[in-house]
């Protein structure tokens, strides 16, 4: 199942993101932890998509619901000429709330693409 | 008075926080008025002078109540939450941690709602609740985490080091220490919670509002 949200590239907006993503974790059968981890994930993956979006730019967060899985995308026009550093304090969270990241520079468009979910073998 | 004899003072009249925080039971988080009675005895600790010939305990219970009435007339007057949404909070925070405690996992939202008995709407508003909370102020959050052993931030791997490294400097200790455990050592919310003795929810709050608080002063705003 696939939701997806249309959202101004204004920072103010990462809390519609959160609240989404909350809920749609509570659908994957995500864990306590692993919701609030989701909740903070597309809050920096947003604030990082939105800070490199040229004025008037749309963010698109799309969200991809599996049973212990959630993986979500953001995804803007971008002033980036390069791909999004990752050597960053943001890309280091990103990377340790995550299990899976990634980020593309692509055209003018900056992806970012990043999974939560429950570790394997304790899955109930 | 060197650290560790210090943080000896602190854990050994530690009972009287708890003494002093059982007469404010139902007037805000007890969890917050006990963070708050501690760094009253903290601070009773610093200033108390021996030769003056009080007793400790004398001059550290005004300490302490005062600086649970200074919280408890601060959050009074910035509380945005419907009394209904903060016992739900309550709640939630209390059934996670049970729910852990027994499994030894964290739960998941169904989990929580089936235990409670209440709608998963419910605990995700309340999710939303615990991140809406009135921030405490810098010294509150000293309380009871102030005496943890602080590492050295390993962060090689990032560019911006030294401004983070700063950045970190101004977080409240407790806030500081959760990034520092969530974010560098990778451990996960429920082992911080368990490793520092405090509830789940108020770990979440913690590395939110530090994330925010970073992120606000990295990109110069």
């Known amino acids: 199942m696939t939701v997806a949200l249309h959202l101004p590239a204004d920072p103010s907006y990462a809390a519609v993101a959160r609240t989404l ?6 659908r994957c059968h995500l864990t306590y932890d692993r919701v609030e981890d989701a909740r903070l994930a597309i809050d920096e993956a947003f604030t990082q998509v939105v ?26 026009l971008t002033i980036l000429t390069t791909e999004l550093p990752r050597d960053t304090f943001s890309w280091t969270v990103l990377a340790a709330l995550a299990d899976e ?24 | 008075m060197d650290p560790a004899a210090r943080d000896r003072e602190i854990a050994a009249h530690i009972g009287l926080v708890h003494h002093v925080a059982r007469h404010y039971r139902g007037a805000g988080d007890h969890e917050d008025v006990v963070q708050a009675g501690l760094v009253g005895l903290i601070h009773a600790v610093d200033h108390f002078d021996a030769g003056r010939g009080i007793a400790f305990s004398t001059y550290a219970v ?7 009435k200074h919280h408890l007339r601060d959050s009074a007057r910035s509380i945005r939450i419907p009394g209904r949404t903060q016992e739900l909070a309550r709640h939630v925070s209390r059934t996670i941690d049970d729910l852990t405690a027994a499994s030894g996992r964290a739960p998941t939202i169904a989990q929580i709602a089936a235990s409670a008995g209440i709608t998963q709407d419910d605990v995700l508003a309340a999710i939303e609740a ?3 909370r009135t921030p405490m102020s810098t010294d509150e959050d000293a309380g009871a985490l102030a005496a943890l052993a602080m590492d050295d931030v390993a962060l090689e791997q990032v ?3 030294e401004s983070v490294l700063q950045a970190m400097r101004t977080l409240p200790t407790a806030e ?10 990778g451990r996960s ?26 992120r606000d002063l990295l990109s110069g705003a």
Do not use: W
């Open chain 2, 176 to 185: 500081r220490r959760v990034v520092e455990l969530r974010f560098y050592a």
């Open chain 1, 21 to 26: 993503a909350a809920t749609i974790a509570a």
């Open chain 2, 130 to 132: 615990n991140h809406a």
């Open chain 2, 159 to 161: 560019e911006d080091r």
């Open chain 1, 51 to 76: 800070t490199n979006a040229p004025p008037g730019a749309d963010v698109v967060c799309s969200f991809i619901e599996e049973a212990g899985a959630l993986e979500f995308m953001v995804q803007s």
């Open chain 1, 101 to 124: 990241l990634h980020a593309t520079t692509i055209d003018g468009v900056l992806t970012v693409v990043a999974r939560v979910e429950e570790p394997r073998d304790e899955a109930a």
């Open chain 2, 62 to 68: 005004p300490c302490i109540t005062g600086a649970i």
């Open chain 2, 189 to 214: 919310q429920t082992q911080i919670a368990e490793e520092l003795g405090v509830s789940q929810m108020q770990v979440s709050r913690l590395q939110a509002r530090a994330l925010k608080h970073l």
